[in-house]
């Protein structure tokens, strides 16, 4: 099913909730993806609003708060962004490096290691900065976590380091199931400071995704 994509500028939340309650025969929160789903009166799927990370709402779609705080965390083979907001506003931010890549394949350690071994020096140097590198991330969450209370924490890191992330020796300080735990639903080319802070500006209105045939059941939301 292909959905047209509508972003709802300047939309005021608690507007759009109380649209969706009075307007929407079915509707569903649903927490992992901080989305609504949008259902007809047979229950068939017409589309989604994907809400800021900014909004907290319960499961009735009434808003706790419009100030979540969040962790945003990029990460790719030897570069990671984090940023921290209330609400809309940056309250902490820091970036992490690290020796990972072969300079003349221009791959990821952990990519060669899985082909070729570790026997060389090289190998041996950057596999050490690749152990480090997950361990200053993880410390540095965990660090945070113990000072403060987020509402999230959204992550965009490829499948192939995922288990680096998990199989520290400094653990992730939450479970790949929990529920506070949100995957960004956007590509983020490099992960420095600055792809990421773009990535969270995209991410800041909510965005209606349906499916053309149903544009007039929720007409109400479009305008």
């Known amino acids: 099913m292909e959905f047209v994509q509508v972003t709802l ?13 009075e307007e929407i025969d079915g509707y569903q929160y649903d927490p992992v993806k901080h989305s609504i789903m949008l259902k ?15 909004y907290h709402i319960d499961e009735d779609l009434h808003l706790i708060t419009d100030r979540a705080t969040v962790l ?13 907001t209330e609400g809309e506003e ?16 221009g ?23 690749t152990t480090e590198f997950f361990e200053k991330i993880n410390s540095t969450l965990n660090q945070i976590l113990e000072e ?19 199989q520290s020796k400094v653990s992730f300080p939450l479970e ?11 590509h983020i ?3 420095n400071y600055t792809n990421l802070e773009k990535a969270i500006k995209k991410l800041k209105d909510p965005v209606l995704f349906y499916d053309e045939q149903y544009a007039d059941n929720i007409q109400s939301l479009l305008e």
């Open 189 to 191: 080319p490099q992960c």
């Open 40 to 54: 007809d009166d047979q229950q068939e799927l017409m589309g989604m609003i994907r809400l800021p990370l900014a």
């Open 176 to 186: 790949k199931r929990d529920s506070k735990l949100y995957k960004i639903p956007l």
């Open 148 to 166: 403060e209370v987020i509402d999230r924490l959204a992550l965009s890191c490829s499948k192939s380091l995922i288990p680096h992330v998990y």
């Open 107 to 129: 791959f990821s350690q952990i990519k060669y290691l899985n082909k070729k071994g570790k026997s060389r020096a090289g190998s041996r140097v950057r596999l050490a900065e």
């Open 72 to 84: 945003y965390l990029a990460i790719e083979s030897g570069n990671a962004a984090l940023i921290m």
């Open 90 to 105: 940056i309250i902490y931010h820091t970036t992490f490096s690290a020796y990972m890549t072969r300079k003349k394949q």
């Open 9 to 21: 500028i300047d939309q005021p939340i608690e507007e759009l909730l109380e649209t969706v309650r």
